[in-house]
C-alpha cells in the first residue's frame, strides 16, 4: 500500500514541478502578492515625493501664521529624517485671505485651483475653531479630490491643533507661542508584556515593540503560507477534474484503491509546497540577512510553520482532489474553486480585526477552527504579545485530526464520483457519498 | 481452480439496477466473452470484478479470494474508456503503470512488450504524440505488463486497424496459452464467435445466454436457412414460411417460422430462381443477439408484457 502511494506521489510530484508553470510561478507568485506593496513604494517614489501646497482659508483671522509655522516645522523634521530620498514630500502652506461677499464663491475658486493642480488641498478654518462647541465637526474642514486613504488629513490635525492651542494660552495670558514645552506631545511606546520562563524560572524583560515586529512579521507569515497553499492545494482540484476528463483514472483504480490514489496525490502536493516553502524560506533568510534585517527573522516559529503548512496542504488538497472526482468539465471546477480558497481567504478578508485583537475572543476561536487554524495561529504567534502556550497545540491537534477526517472522506467522495460522468453533482450529494461511501 | 466466481450479485446506481442477481462463472484459463447492446452491464459486471465497484449484494471471488477493497496484483484491466498521462514518455508510463500493479521494476518488460507491438522506436516518446492506433497499443502493454493471471478487456479492438487488432488479438491468445484467462467484451460478433471458448450476455441487467458457442446455438434449434441465388434479396422475400431475412450481401439468413418444412421453402426459392447455394446451419451468435436484443426482440417483449 505505502509504496503504491509513494510512487503515485512521486509520479505527480515529478510531472508537476517539471512543468514551466510552476518554475514560472514560483517567481510570479511573490511578485503578484507582493505587487500591491512594490506599487504603492513605487507610487511614492515617483508622485509622492513632490512638493504639495496646501491653502489655509483662516476665518478666525489669527491662527493661519501659527498654523503655518508648527506645519514647516513639522514637515522639516520629516524631511531630514534619515539619509534615504525624501518619499513624503513636502507640504507648502499659502495664507489665503477671506475675501469680501459669498464665502462659497472663494471655496469653488479654491476647488478649481486644486482641479488645476495648482493646489493639492485647501483648509478653511472657522470662526469657532479657537473655542469649539460641543460636537463641532466642521470647524476645521479639508477641500481635497485626493484619494481615502490620504495621509494629508491626519498630518495636519496635530499641526493645526498645536497652533490653535498656543492661540488659545496666549489668550490666556500664557507666552506658549515660543516654548515647545507647554503642548510637547509625550509619545507612548508599546511593550510586549513581561513573562517568566516556565523552566528556568527567569524572568524575561519586556521588549520594545516596532512596525516591523508588530505587524510586518506576522503579515508577512500569513501571506507567505497563503502563497504557498495556493501553489500546493489550489491546482489539484483542476488537475483531477482534467485528469478525470481524460479518463486516466479507471486504469489506476483497477491497480490502487481509491485511498492510495488520493493519498498519493496529496503527498505530491505537500511535496510541491515544501519545495516552493523552502526555496522562498531560504531565499527570504537571505534575503533579510544581506540587508542586516536577519534579527526580525522568527526562527523559533519556523518548526510551526512547517507543520502547519503540511496540515493545511493535505486538507486542502485531499478537498480538491474529491471536488475535481465531482466534476465532469472545466466549468464545474470553476463553481466548486471558492469551496477550496475559501479556508486560506478568509484569514486574509479579516486581517484588520484579526490584527487589532489577537488575542481577543474572535481571533482565538478563529484560530482553533481547523481550516483557519494554520493561517491565523502563526499570525498570532507571530504577533509581539504572542499566544498562551496550549492555543498552538490544541490547534495543532485539531488541524491534524480534520486533516485526517477530509483525506478519508475526500477518498469516499473521490471513489463514487471519478467514473460518474454527466450532471454534476450537487453539495448535498457529495456529502451524501462521503458519509455513506 | 474457477478463476472468477459471481455469485448472485446486484449492483443498482439510483433507480436504475445495472445488474441484477447475476451469477457467473468464469473456469480459469478460458476466454470468456460478455456480448450484450450498450448500457446492459458489462462494463459494471467488469468493475465490479476489478473492485472498482462495490456490489450492493451478493458476492464475487477472484481465485477463490473475495474481493475485499484491496487491489489484486494477478488482474490486469484495460477499461472501455481509454486515458493516458499526455505528457509522459511510453517507457516511463508504462514502467509506471508495471510497477504500480506489480510492487517492482518491469524495465525489462517494458522493453520486450513494445518489441513484441513493434512500439520499440516509440518507447521515448510523449504519449501525446502517439497516434489513436499507438495509444491503444500502449494501454494494451500498460495492461500486461507484469503478466495477469486474469486479463479483463472491455472492447480491447474497438477503433483498431485490422493489423493492429490482429497484433493485440495474437498477444492475447498468447496470454490464453501461457495461462492467463481472459474476459473480453465485444460488440462484433466473429470476435466473441472466434476467440471466446464460453460467451456470456447481459441484457437490461440480466444474464440471457451463458455457456459454449455450440450450446447457445443448440438453443436456438436448426431454424436457419442461408442461401445463394441469381436473384439475390429480392428472391427469397415474401416466401412462405420465412419468418425473418437477414441480408448478408452475396447470401441470405432465413429464420424459418417454427413447424416450417425446409423442403418447402427449397421448392419455392427454386420455382423463383437459380440455388447456387442451400445450407440449414445453426444462427449466428449475431442473429440470437439481434433476436435478444433487437427492437422485437423476445425477452424485450415480454418484459413489456410483463410490465
Known amino acids: ?437 | 481452480m474457477d478463476a472468477v466466481q459471481i455469485s448472485n450479485v446486484t449492483k443498482t446506481f439510483g433507480a436504475v439496477t445495472a445488474v441484477n442477481d447475476l451469477s457467473l462463472t468464469i473456469p480459469e484459463g478460458s476466454v470468456y466473452g460478455f456480448i450484450g447492446p450498450n448500457g446492459s452491464g458489462k462494463t459494471t459486471t467488469m468493475r465490479m470484478i476489478v473492485n472498482i465497484f462495490y456490489p450492493d449484494r451478493g458476492s464475487i471471488r477472484v481465485f477463490g479470494k473475495e474481493q475485499s477493497g484491496s487491489r489484486a496484483e494477478s488482474i490486469g484491466y484495460l477499461p472501455e474508456e481509454r486515458g493516458l498521462y499526455r505528457q509522459m514518455n511510453v517507457q516511463q508510463l508504462l514502467e509506471f503503470y508495471g510497477e504500480l500493479r506489480g510492487g517492482k521494476k518491469v524495465t525489462a518488460e517494458v522493453t520486450e512488450w513494445l518489441r513484441k507491438l513493434d512500439l520499440a522506436h516509440c518507447a521515448k516518446r510523449k504519449v501525446e504524440t502517439l497516434s489513436k492506433g499507438m495509444s491503444q497499443k500502449v494501454q494494451f502493454i500498460a495492461t500486461v505488463v507484469p503478466e495477469p493471471k486474469l486479463l479483463i478487456l472491455d472492447e480491447p479492438f474497438t477503433g483498431l486497424d485490422p493489423v493492429s487488432a490482429d497484433a493485440i488479438r495474437n498477444a492475447v491468445l498468447d496470454l490464453r496459452r501461457r495461462g492467463s484467462t481472459v474476459i473480453l467484451s465485444t460488440h462484433d460478433m466473429s470476435v466473441a464467435e472466434n476467440m471466446c471458448d464460453y460467451i456470456f450476455m447481459i441484457f437490461k441487467g440480466n444474464k440471457v445466454l451463458d455457456g459454449t458457442l455450440a450450446t447457445i446455438q443448440d438453443q436456438y434449434g436448426n431454424d436457419t436457412i442461408r442461401v445463394s441465388t441469381e436473384a439475390g434479396l429480392s428472391a427469397v422475400q415474401g416466401l412462405p414460411g420465412v419468418e425473418r431475412i437477414n441480408d448478408l450481401g452475396q447470401s441470405q439468413e432465413l429464420r424459418m417460422a417454427q413447424g416450417c418444412d425446409p423442403q418447402q421453402v427449397l421448392h419455392a426459392l427454386v420455382a423463383r430462381t437459380s440455388v447456387t447455394s442451400f445450407s440449414l446451419v445453426k444462427p449466428s451468435l449475431h442473429d440470437i443477439f439481434v433476436r435478444i436484443a433487437g427492437p422485437t426482440s423476445e425477452e424485450g417483449s415480454e418484459e413489456e408484457n410483463a410490465a
Request: aromatic share 8%; hydrophobic share 55%.
Open chain 1, 1 to 437: 500500500m505505502l509504496h503504491r502511494i509513494l510512487l503515485i506521489a512521486k509520479r505527480d510530484y515529478v510531472a508537476s514541478v517539471m512543468r514551466k508553470a510552476f518554475l514560472v510561478g514560483l517567481v510570479i507568485a511573490p511578485l503578484l502578492f507582493g505587487g500591491g506593496l512594490f506599487g504603492v513604494a513605487l507610487l511614492r517614489v515617483t508622485d509622492g515625493n513632490k512638493d504639495k501646497r496646501i491653502a489655509i482659508l483662516d476665518r478666525t483671522g489669527v491662527a493661519a501664521p501659527a498654523i503655518i509655522k508648527e506645519a514647516d516645522a513639522k514637515s522639516t523634521v520629516l524631511a531630514s529624517f534619515g539619509d534615504g530620498p525624501n518619499i513624503q514630500g513636502h507640504y507648502v502652506f499659502e495664507n489665503v485671505p477671506v475675501e469680501d461677499g459669498n464665502p462659497i464663491d472663494q471655496k469653488l475658486a479654491l476647488s478649481n485651483r486644486v482641479r488645476r493642480g495648482d493646489l493639492f488641498a485647501f483648509v478653511e478654518i472657522s470662526p469657532e475653531a479657537l473655542h469649539p462647541a460641543k460636537n463641532a465637526e466642521t470647524s476645521i474642514a479639508l477641500y481635497s479630490n485626493a484619494g481615502g486613504i490620504d495621509p494629508t488629513q491626519a498630518w495636519l490635525v496635530g499641526p493645526i491643533n498645536d497652533a490653535l492651542r498656543r492661540i488659545r494660552l496666549s489668550q490666556l495670558g500664557i507666552d506658549a507661542m515660543n516654548s515647545t514645552d507647554v503642548i510637547a506631545t509625550v509619545p507612548m511606546t508599546r511593550m510586549s508584556l513581561i513573562s517568566r520562563n516556565e523552566s528556568t524560572g527567569v524572568i524575561q524583560e519586556s521588549r520594545k515593540g516596532n512596525l516591523v515586529e508588530g505587524i510586518t512579521v506576522p503579515f508577512v507569515l500569513l501571506f507567505l503560507m497563503m502563497m504557498i497553499v495556493m501553489i500546493g492545494a489550489a491546482p489539484m482540484l483542476a488537475a483531477v477534474a482534467e485528469d478525470k476528463m481524460q479518463r486516466v483514472f479507471e486504469m489506476l483504480l483497477a491497480s490502487s484503491t481509491p485511498f492510495e490514489l488520493i493519498m498519493g496525490k496529496v503527498l505530491a502536493s505537500v511535496g510541491r509546497s515544501l519545495t516552493s516553502s523552502i526555496f522562498y524560506v531560504i531565499g527570504g533568510v537571505l534575503a533579510l540577512e544581506g540587508m542586516a534585517l536577519a534579527g526580525f527573522i522568527r526562527f523559533d516559529l519556523l518548526p510551526w510553520f512547517f507543520v502547519y503548512l503540511i496540515a493545511e496542504v493535505t486538507m486542502l488538497s485531499a478537498l480538491g482532489a474529491a471536488l475535481g472526482a465531482a466534476c465532469s468539465a472545466p466549468r464545474d471546477a470553476q463553481q466548486l474553486a471558492p469551496m477550496l480558497i475559501l479556508p486560506v481567504m478568509l484569514p486574509v478578508f479579516l486581517l484588520v480585526p484579526l490584527a487589532q485583537q489577537p488575542n481577543g475572543a474572535f481571533a482565538t476561536v478563529l484560530s482553533l477552527i481547523p481550516p483557519f487554524t494554520p493561517l491565523v495561529m502563526i499570525m498570532r504567534q507571530a504577533m509581539p504579545g504572542g499566544v498562551p502556550a496550549w492555543q498552538p497545540w490544541v490547534g495543532l491537534i485539531g488541524v491534524v485530526a480534520c486533516a485526517f477526517l477530509i483525506t478519508w472522506a475526500a477518498a469516499r467522495i473521490f471513489r463514487v464520483g471519478i467514473l460518474l460522468q454527466g450532471k454534476p453533482p450537487r453539495i448535498g450529494e457529495i456529502l451524501r457519498w462521503a458519509v455513506r461511501g
